[in-house]
């Protein structure tokens, strides 16, 4: 299976900042990777789809970049609203697998 | 507006089969891929696999030989996992893809707990 690593496993952030999450695959993926936001009580929702396309309505702050093993997403300006766990998915192979998940908190 | 519901009987005891369904309000099954994936308390989501009514299927090599997908009418569709332990325990959510692809999983339902304890 290929193992998705993703850091950092929390952050807590501020209204305004700047916010990156890096996914790490242990092989290459090219760029099967997809991000996915999940709020408390909620299913996922996905954000941003071969590594680097912007869900339809997700709102552009949310950005993702990468390719072969390393990815990154990135909130460029952050909201109130965008407290959750994001974690990413790759889909080069199945079984598809996940990583562990970023908690933010906003501060 | 389409959504999953998943439903279950929320405690299920040790070597015994867990059954759940998902039902598709404000839509059908149609010609979508439908997946399974479960999160155990605390931990990171876990592929189950999908299934498409023109028989495509796959599921994860370490739950294949104890798992059951199956589309059963025009809305609902069903997971088996037999022989169940402890390790089961997790939410299980039932999601959709995108148009004719399996990916990205656009859809998703709230998820139902379900319980591995005697």
């Known amino acids: 299976d290929i193992q998705m690593t993703q850091s950092p496993s929390s952050l807590s952030a501020s209204v305004g900042d700047r916010v990156t999450i890096t996914c790490q695959a242990s092989?290459?993926?090219?760029?099967?990777l997809n991000w996915y936001q999940q709020r408390p009580g909620k299913g996922p929702k996905v954000l941003i789809y071969d590594a680097s396309a912007l869900e339809t309505g997700v709102p552009s702050r949310f950005s993702g970049g990468g390719s072969g093993t390393t990815f990154t997403f990135t909130i460029s300006s952050l909201h109130p609203e965008d407290f959750g766990t994001y974690f990413c998915?790759?889909?080069?192979?199945?079984?598809?697998?996940f990583g562990q998940g970023t908690t933010l908190e906003i501060k | 507006q389409v959504q999953l519901l998943e439903s279950g009987p929320g405690l299920v005891k040790p070597s015994e089969t867990l059954s759940l369904t998902c039902t598709v309000s404000g839509g059908s099954l149609g010609s979508y891929y439908w997946t399974w994936l479960r999160q155990p308390p605390h931990k990171g989501l876990e592929w189950i696999g999908y299934v498409h009514n023109s028989g495509d299927t796959d599921s994860n090599p370490s739950l294949r030989s104890r798992v059951t997908m199956s589309l059963d009418t025009s809305n609902k569709l069903s997971l088996k996992l037999n022989s169940v332990t402890a390790a089961d325990t997790a939410v299980y959510y039932c999601?959709?893809?995108?148009?004719?692809?399996?990916?990205?999983?656009?859809?998703w339902g709230q998820g139902t707990l379900a319980i591995v304890s005697s």
């Open positions: 999601v959709r893809g995108r148009g004719m692809a399996t990916i990205p999983f656009t859809l």
């Open positions: 998915q790759q889909y080069d192979e199945t079984p598809y697998t």
């Open positions: 092989q290459d993926i090219s760029n099967y």
